[in-house]
Structure formats: C-alpha cells, structure tokens
C-alpha cells in the first residue's frame, strides 16, 4: 500500500457494518469464521484468483480498519502472506464476486409471503456446490443481528430482518 492514499485503499476494502448496540464476543467469532470461509470457497471459485490459493502460503485475510460510530464497521483485504503487501486485484475481484454470489443467492430463496423477504431454505435441500453452502452461512450469521451492510466500492448490501436492498 505503499503509493496508495488512505481513500484509494479503502476502495479495494470490504466492509461489515453491524448495526447493533453491543456485539456479542461469540457472534462476532461466528461471524469471522464464517465470512473468512465464504470468502476463500468465493476466490476458489473465481478463474481470476483461483491461482493465488493454489500454491502455500495462501494469501491471509486482514482486518485493517476496525470503527465504531454508528455501527461496528469491519474492514477487509487480502494481504501478501509473507510481506504483507496489499494484493488490490484479490481483494477487488473476490469481493466483488462475493457480493454477487450473496445477493443472487439470497435473491433465490423462497418468499414466506408476499411482501415478505426472503426466508431460510429448508435443511433438507441439498446445496448445489460448496459456495451455495457457504452463501447460506453467511445469510445465517448475518441475519442474527437487527441490521448489517455490506459494502464494497459504490455498491452494498443492506439486511435489516428479512429485507434485503441492494445498491
């Protein structure tokens, strides 16, 4: 990150924002592990960052930027695992697919009624792949606090109950 200014980076960071008062300690650890797995199966998946986590040691996800005003904001980016050098080009491709695994899969949920968002699948349906599985996981876990945005450059993601907006 060396040339890069502050905003500049930001735009290669996704963000979580939880809006909610005091975040449990367990939710939080639920959380990371959950999206740090969607993320890996997301850039697994991704012709133009598969290569990356073909060979040891694999790039390491980050947190660079904790915040706290009206939410608890988490910022991520993938970083060289030896250097620790910013790796622009995973972070953006991978989050970007990850926001549009997550919405077409929960655009793809079934509908509890007819102004209702979108409800849980049922256990009993086999996934289609490991990231729709990893999908649900993280609709589950995102689901467990009163509101969450997702953000990565100009778009977002926005939970709040069963509703979801996308921008």
Do not use: C
Not at 59 to 73: H, I
Not at 108 to 127: I, M, Y
């Amino acid at each position: 990150m060396s040339s890069e200014t502050a905003s500049e980076a930001e735009g290669h960071y996704l963000a979580v924002e939880l809006h909610q008062a005091g975040v449990p300690v367990s939710y939080l650890s639920s959380l990371l592990r959950v999206l740090q797995a969607a993320l890996r199966e997301v850039a697994l998946t991704n012709v133009q960052t598969r290569a990356q986590f073909s060979s040891r040691p694999q790039p390491v996800l980050v947190m660079p930027e904790v915040s706290r005003d009206k939410a608890l904001v988490l910022s991520f980016s993938f970083v060289h695992p030896i250097d620790g050098t910013a790796m622009d080009s995973l972070s953006f491709s991978t989050f970007d697919s990850f926001l549009d695994h997550l919405g077409k899969f929960i655009a793809g949920l079934p509908q509890p009624g007819l102004w209702g968002g979108a409800a849980r699948r049922s256990p009993q349906e086999p996934f289609e792949s490991d990231l729709d599985r990893r999908m649900d996981q993280v609709y589950v876990e995102l689901r467990r606090t009163s509101k969450v945005v997702l953000r990565f450059q100009a778009r977002s993601l926005e939970i709040e109950g069963d509703q979801m907006v996308i921008m």
